[in-house]
């Protein structure tokens, strides 16, 4: 997280990753992601969500095969 991030609440969150509420509030109840508490508010940081969506982006196989080599 960086000092220019912007803090999204949970609904702006959902938004941007095109899920509902409940997948992010499961995600910070499971701490798969990390967040910011503000006294009750839960926050989570823009470069959070876009580290979580390259995390688990799946590669092509193109890609797959050019990060491995060639088979012989």
Known sequence: MNNNDRLLTVDEAAERLGTGVRFI???IQERRIRYVKLGKHVRIADSVLTAYVEERTVPTLRDAR???????
């Open 25 to 27: 509030r499961r995600l």
């Open 66 to 72: 050019s990060r491995f080599g060639k088979a012989a």
